[in-house]
């Protein structure tokens, strides 16, 4: 038979386990009460959207800071532009974000949600968003989480300098890398225009390729060295910066070395094109040059030109290799 003194000690043994629990899940990863479900995360953005004069994105060691300029946006530190789609993928999805559960707040296990800062391990990429009137949001985006209901899901939030986590309604909408914020250009050049490419200077030996009469798209090495064959895959590679350029960052021109490896491609009716080494060949650091060799390429020279010049821009690491490529190195050794 229960009496007054076990139903005391039970009664306090409850109390203690709710304050346990309390304790544990306020500390934890686990999910906490939360009285803001459906309010927006970012309640002032909704009437500065249009306002934005600003915004920096850090990942890792990487920060690419974005500023407003004219009717667009440009990268900040080199002037080169920045995809409007991207920037208004970014500010629209962050508008739409809703809170739907408080998370932890122990710092020690942020990395848990991918909130951990940026650079750190487990760490997220910090989103900040800035008007004329000053800062108007800074979050950092975690994990996804597919538990979340509606068409994107949820992820995980953390505003900055503030201790508490969120699982949030939405998906911030950011770019995959670095890269794919910047606007995208290309020569517009295909395999078969392209006549020669010469590549020469940097200390090393000269490379000439040509078209193979009759068959376009495909090229031969000159001087080939004694006793070995061309490579033929590898020099048809040697095509690859030109008729599908492709950069994964870009800065302001600098001051090009005193004997810098040049590719240099002649191309359709009059057109000359070239990559020129801001250094290492292996670095990847290019300036592009064009010159119009016929006035039927004068049009095309000025529209290469005006987003090309002024920036040195770096091409994938595949790409840049074959700056750095001499005779040797587009031949094997021959057998028998």
């Given at each position: 038979?229960?009496?007054?003194?076990?139903?005391?000690?039970?009664?306090?043994?409850?109390?203690?386990?709710?304050?346990?629990?309390?304790?544990?899940?306020?500390?934890?990863?686990?999910?906490?009460?939360?009285?803001?479900?459906?309010?927006?995360?970012?309640?002032?953005?909704?009437?500065?959207?249009?306002?934005?004069?600003?915004?920096?994105?850090?990942?890792?060691?990487?920060?690419?800071?974005?500023?407003?300029?004219?009717?667009?946006?440009?990268?900040?530190d080199?002037?080169?532009p920045?995809?409007?789609?991207?920037?208004?993928?970014?500010?629209?999805?962050?508008?739409?974000?809703?809170?739907?559960?408080?998370?932890?707040?122990?710092?020690?296990?942020?990395?848990?949600?991918?909130?951990?800062?940026?650079?750190?391990?487990?760490?997220?990429?910090?989103?900040?968003?800035?008007?004329?009137?000053?800062?108007?949001?800074?979050?950092?985006?975690?994990?996804?989480?597919?538990?979340?209901?509606?068409?994107?899901?949820?992820?995980?939030?953390?505003?900055?300098?503030?201790?508490?986590t969120?699982?949030?309604?939405?998906?911030?909408?950011?770019?995959?890398g670095?890269s794919?914020?910047?606007?995208?250009?290309?020569?517009?050049?295909?395999?078969?225009e392209?006549?020669?490419?010469?590549?020469?200077?940097?200390?090393?030996?000269?490379?000439?390729?040509t078209?193979?009469?009759?068959?376009?798209?495909?090229?031969?090495?000159?001087?080939?060295?004694?006793?070995?064959?061309?490579?033929?895959?590898?020099?048809?590679?040697?095509?690859?910066?030109?008729?599908?350029?492709?950069?994964?960052?870009?800065?302001?021109?600098?001051?090009?070395?005193?004997?810098?490896?040049?590719?240099?491609?002649?191309?359709?009716?009059?057109?000359?094109?070239?990559?020129?080494?801001?250094?290492?060949?292996?670095?990847?650091?290019?300036?592009?040059?064009?010159?119009?060799?016929?006035?039927?390429?004068?049009?095309?020279?000025?529209?290469?030109?005006?987003?090309?010049?002024?920036?040195?821009?770096?091409?994938?690491?595949?790409?840049?290799?074959?700056?750095?490529?001499?005779?040797?190195?587009?031949?094997?050794?021959?057998?028998?």
């Open positions: 038979m229960i009496n007054a003194r076990h139903l005391s000690f039970l009664a306090g043994l409850a109390v203690t386990s709710v304050a346990v629990a309390a304790f544990v899940l306020q500390g934890s990863a686990l999910t906490v009460a939360s009285d803001r479900r459906g309010e927006r995360v970012l309640p002032g953005l909704a009437d500065n959207a249009n306002q934005i004069t600003g915004l920096t994105v850090r990942k890792d060691a990487d920060t690419l800071s974005m500023e407003r300029r004219d009717a667009g946006f440009v990268a900040a080199s002037g080169f920045v995809k409007t789609d991207a920037v208004r993928d970014l500010l629209a999805s962050s508008l739409e974000l809703t809170f739907e559960e408080g998370r932890t707040t122990d710092a020690s296990r942020y990395g848990d949600l991918g909130l951990a800062d940026p650079g750190q391990p487990n760490g997220g990429t910090e989103v900040a968003l800035r008007t004329a009137s000053g800062d108007v949001a800074d979050f950092i985006v975690g994990n996804h989480d597919g538990t979340v209901g509606g068409p994107v899901g949820g992820e995980f939030i953390r505003l900055k300098d503030a201790p508490q969120w699982l949030v309604r939405g998906n911030v909408r950011l770019p995959s670095r794919d914020w910047f606007e995208a250009f290309d020569f517009g050049v295909k395999r078969s392209i006549h020669k490419i010469e590549v020469s200077g940097g200390a090393r030996d000269a490379v000439t390729v078209a193979v009469a009759d068959k376009p798209g495909e090229f031969t090495l000159e001087n080939v060295p004694e006793k070995r064959v061309e490579d033929t895959y590898k020099v048809s590679r040697l095509t690859s910066p030109i008729e599908s350029f492709r950069f994964e960052d870009v800065r302001k021109a600098t001051k090009l070395p005193d004997d810098p490896r040049r590719l240099v491609a002649d191309v359709g009716d009059g057109l000359r094109i070239s990559l020129t080494s801001a250094g290492e060949p292996s670095d990847g650091w290019v300036q592009i040059g064009v010159e119009a060799m016929s006035d039927g390429a004068r049009d095309k020279a000025k529209a290469i030109a005006a987003k090309a010049d002024g920036f040195d821009f770096r091409l994938p690491s595949t790409e840049a290799e074959v700056l750095g490529w001499t005779n040797h190195e587009l031949s094997n050794e021959q057998k028998g």
